[in-house]
């Protein structure tokens, strides 16, 4: 139940209509992925967004004829929400944020929308989901933000893309120097996973020694824990060269 100070405090949120912030609708009316993506993760911690809360069955009543608290999850709607985490293409769980109440009902009807400050969202992905979020599950083009833009929402820091990372292309030089066949790397956004690594291979290898050049290369980047800080997925792909 909501005690008397809950309701004294202020709602940052009473004059919400309920539409999309305006800088983050024009970040989602950008075309491509990377732009789009950036443009998304950088005006998030500026933004409200909204998460959806599902009317929860009556919690029963005390021995004395009162009602079973369950303020904490009127409390908690971001904790709520992540429990109605969706599946990622790669089967990890991202908890649903929405950039308006029209985007959240196409989503699920039922639930109701309750307006939050970016990161309290995040910051419920990371202790509550696999540290992702997707913003409009339901639109035409939702978009997944991977565990390195989450946490840097979840802490207030600013997320730097991969292709970006100027320090990047030599951490992956290091860990893939001496794998046969490789002749270089470049790092762009990807087509299937966030984050694409272009591996130049020998353009007259055969196909079964740049196979196993590339397993290889899997293996290895797997096992870069500062990889894993800096990317959320990777898709390796060959580019044959002279």
């Known amino acids: 139940m909501s005690t008397a100070q809950d309701k004294l405090k202020p709602n940052p949120f009473a004059n919400d209509d309920g539409k999309t912030v305006p800088a983050l609708a024009e970040a989602l009316d950008l075309e491509e992925f990377a732009p789009r993506l950036e443009a998304i993760v950088n005006v998030l911690p500026d933004s409200r967004v909204l998460v959806p809360v599902l009317a929860h069955d009556h919690p029963g009543r005390t021995a004395d004829g009162g009602v079973v608290d369950h303020a904490s999850q009127d ?52 202790a509550e989901a696999d540290s992702l979020l997707v913003l409009d599950a339901a639109s035409d083009r939702p978009m997944l933000l991977g565990r390195p833009a989450v946490n840097a929402l979840a802490t207030g820091e600013r997320w730097t893309a ?64 500062e990889l894993q800080h800096r990317v959320d997925s990777i898709e390796l792909i060959p580019a044959r060269t002279a």
């Open 75 to 126: 409390k908690d709607p971001c904790k709520a929400a992540a429990m109605l985490a969706v599946e990622a293409p790669d089967g990890r769980a991202a908890m649903p944020i929405f950039s308006s109440v029209e985007a959240l009902m196409n989503w699920n009807p039922k639930a109701r929308p309750v307006p939050v400050h970016t990161q309290n969202a995040a910051i419920a992905a990371v």
């Open 162 to 225: 991969p292709w970006r990372d100027e320090e990047l292309p030599t951490i992956v030089a290091r860990a893939l120097a001496g794998i046969e066949g490789l002749k270089g790397i470049q790092i762009t956004p990807g087509r299937k996973a966030e984050t694409a690594i272009v591996i130049a291979v020998d353009g007259e290898a055969p196909r079964e020694l740049i196979s196993a050049a590339l397993n290889e290369a899997s293996q290895r980047l797997g096992q870069i824990e």
